[in-house]
Each structure stands twice: as C-alpha cells, then as structure tokens.
C-alpha cells in the first residue's frame, strides 16, 4: 500500500539559511499534518492543512510557513535557521474517517550547523 | 490543556508478554491510538480503539480502554525482540489533533 513520501530524507543546512521540506500524503488522503520532535521527545504539532487550506495551527515558530497544493502535497518552508530547529520532521496524512487516524512518513532529518 | 502520561521504559524477557500503560486527562477523548516507532523512523500506527469500547483485539496485541478512569493499556503477546521500540500513547478529543504522550521505550531481552 502507498505511504506518505517525505523528501529529502537528510538535510544539513547552514545557521540563518533557509529550508523546504517536501510531503506526498497517501492518495485519497485529504488532511495533512507536520510535526517536529527532537531527540527523545513526542513529536509536536506544527500545522495542519485540510482540503489545501490550514485547519489547525501548533507551536510553529514565525520563521516557518507551509502550504498545500492543488495536488495534496505540501511544502514546510523554513527561514532563518537556527541550531534549535535541528530535529526530525514528520509528515502525516489522514483520511477523513471518524478516527481520523495518522499515518506518518519516514520523516526528514534536518542538522542546522 | 489535555495531558497524556506514559512510563518512560518497560524491559520484558523475549516470549513474555508486555504490557504499556497510559493515563490520559482529556474526558471529552473520542478515540486513542498506539504508536510504534523504531530508531530514525516514523511512527507506525498500531491500532486504535472508539471511547465507546473497552477491548480491541488484533492478533498479539490487545488494547484495554478505562474510560472512567481514563487508562489506556497495549498488551502484546509473546514479545519478540523486533518489538524493542518506543510506544506512543496518544487521544483526540475535541480538537482535530491528538496530544501525544512522552513514549515508553520497550527492551526485549532473550
């Protein structure tokens, strides 16, 4: 069965440079969420998109934005880097079932040296 | 805010079975979900259960709900090493994103 894609899988990027993460929801899945969790920690929501449009806002900081297209995808834009921003970033899709139950991707493992 | 509470570890002996406990605050909880993540992965949905059951079974793992109490628990049967893994508790309530617990990290030893 299809997954959710993630890409790139690692990044390494410089203090102060920009990001873009890219996701691919399960076909068919119409809710798109990231998330960021460092080291031994629960991932934390960032932002959701419902049908392309933003649902639900978490502890995304300013520097951040994201989008979904008209394809379903969707793109985490990430501006002025700093060291904390150094975590893995999951994106998860979810049908719109009652359970609305997440199904993650392999996530991308940003470094910010 | 909604809370959810996990044990941070669980070390079983391969063979027996494990059991994961979560607590959780939110009463408005409608559904719960197990999590399973290995080293450098995403989380793998396990399975999840309606506040309106009390059991799901689904081959070696079987998962308890107490609503009144609002404990969660993941029992797996016959723990095998490629279980090691840390398990996410997490509910959703009324908002539309679930709030995750901490992780249990589960060892399997022979």
């Known amino acids: 069965a299809a997954g959710v894609i993630q890409s790139p899988r690692h990044l390494i990027k410089e203090k102060r440079e920009t990001a873009t993460l890219k996701c691919y929801p399960i076909?068919?899945?119409?809710?798109v969420y990231w998330y960021q969790q460092g080291p031994g920690q629960d991932p934390q929501f960032l932002i959701s998109?419902?049908?392309?449009?933003?649902?639900d806002k978490g502890s995304i900081p300013d520097r951040f934005s994201a989008q979904q297209f008209s394809d379903y995808h969707s793109e985490l834009n990430m501006s002025s880097l700093e060291l904390g921003d150094s975590a893995l970033y999951f994106c998860?899709?979810?049908?719109?079932?009652?359970?609305?139950?997440?199904?993650f991707g392999p996530g991308t493992r940003l470094t910010v040296t | 805010g909604e809370d959810v509470e996990q044990s941070l570890f669980l070390s079983v002996r391969e063979g027996d079975s494990s059991v994961i406990n979560c607590t959780y605050t939110?009463?408005?909880?409608?559904?719960l979900y197990w999590y399973k993540q290995e080293p450098g992965a995403g989380l793998q949905l396990l399975t999840y259960?309606?506040?309106?059951?009390d059991m799901k079974q689904d081959q070696r793992l079987t998962v308890l709900l107490n609503k009144k109490d609002k404990h969660l628990s993941l029992r797996i049967a016959d723990t095998q090493t490629g279980d090691s893994a840390i398990y996410f508790c997490?509910?959703?309530?009324?908002?539309?994103?679930?709030?995750f617990g901490r992780g249990t990290s589960l060892i399997v030893h022979p």
């Open positions: 997490a509910e959703k309530g009324g908002s539309y994103i679930p709030t």
């Open positions: 998860a899709s979810s049908p719109s079932t009652g359970a609305d139950e997440q199904y």
């Open positions: 939110d009463s408005s909880s409608t559904y």
């Open positions: 076909p068919r899945h119409d809710t």
């Open positions: 998109f419902y049908e392309k449009m933003q649902s």
């Open positions: 259960i309606f506040s309106n059951m």
